[in-house]
């Protein structure tokens, strides 16, 4: 986030990765390199970077050095490092900080709103011969996330969950009515809002995939779109991008069932499982 800010102010003021690179006494490489948050940042080489882009206001600047600080401090999830790829160590941190997290999933409940047994399914499937204490660290990761839902600062969820996440078996059917069983109790709490596309709605705007949408408390800092693959994740923070998403994300909110129809919902799935 803090490299992403920083190269937004650099192209902004008009100044190269190279004159940037020469005030920190660092190379065009290092500078492309913090802004891409390969690398950590001296709170210095900071301050000096926000006084070149012409960031004089005392309250953006502390912002933007307090996420240097932060950059720097390891989250509780580090030490899940072992079974954390690199690519989703990044999600965890921007999770942790975001005050409103959207999110429309197709294939599965959001790891957000998945219930013990469904997790543990869900893992045991996508890293079949690990072993079992592997399976926990990963179970017990997935459960401290959701910890966040509950805390005094808890962020503001909003999820859209494609019928077929809700249809897909996984861990037999004792697995899937505790997930169901957990969505209608997780949907109680008040900044929790969930939504069901359903089958007989057909097309809509979201036929490209799951993603999720990160909006965080520092009113400076740009939205991040998470797309996750195979093999890895694309963050996109460009305005054009980001737009494209909230678009298809409000337009999925209005045409799911509502929050109450999706309770309803929930109920007939759990009498079918």
């Not at 990044?90 to 013990?116: K, W």
């Amino acid at each position: 986030m803090l490299g992403s800010q920083l190269r937004r102010l650099r192209e902004a003021k008009g100044v190269t990765r190279q004159d940037a690179g020469y005030v920190i006494r660092a190379s065009e490489s290092k500078i492309s390199r913090l802004e891409l948050g390969r690398v950590s940042f001296k709170e210095r080489d900071v301050e000096d970077l926000l006084t070149l882009y012409g960031v004089t206001d005392p309250r953006e600047r502390q912002s933007l050095l307090q996420l240097a600080r932060d950059a720097n401090t390891p989250g509780w999830w580090h030490r899940y490092t072992d079974v954390l790829p690199n690519w989703f160590q990044t999600y965890v941190g921007l999770e942790e900080s975001a005050a409103l997290i959207r999110t429309y999933e197709l294939q599965f409940v959001p790891g957000l709103l998945q219930s013990e047994g469904y997790a543990r399914a869900i893992i045991q499937q996508g890293n079949a011969g690990a072993p079992e204490s592997e399976i926990e660290q990963r179970v017990s990761l997935r459960m401290q996330r959701q910890e966040r839902l509950t805390a005094p600062d808890a962020p503001r969820l909003w999820a859209v969950l494609d019928e077929s996440a809700l249809k897909r078996p996984i861990g037999g059917p004792e697995v899937m009515r505790g997930q169901l069983e957990h969505l209608i109790e997780v949907s109680k709490l008040p900044n929790v809002t969930i939504q069901v596309m359903p089958f007989k709605f057909g097309a809509h705007a979201a036929e490209g995939g799951a993603f999720t949408i990160l909006r965080f408390p520092e009113q400076d800092l740009p939205d991040v779109v998470y797309v996750e693959s195979l093999t890895g994740a694309m963050y996109l923070d460009k305005r054009d991008d980001v737009d494209t998403y909230l678009q298809a994300m409000e337009r999925l909110s209005v045409d799911s069932a509502t929050p109450e129809h999706t309770v309803e919902l929930l109920g007939d799935f759990l009498r079918e499982t």
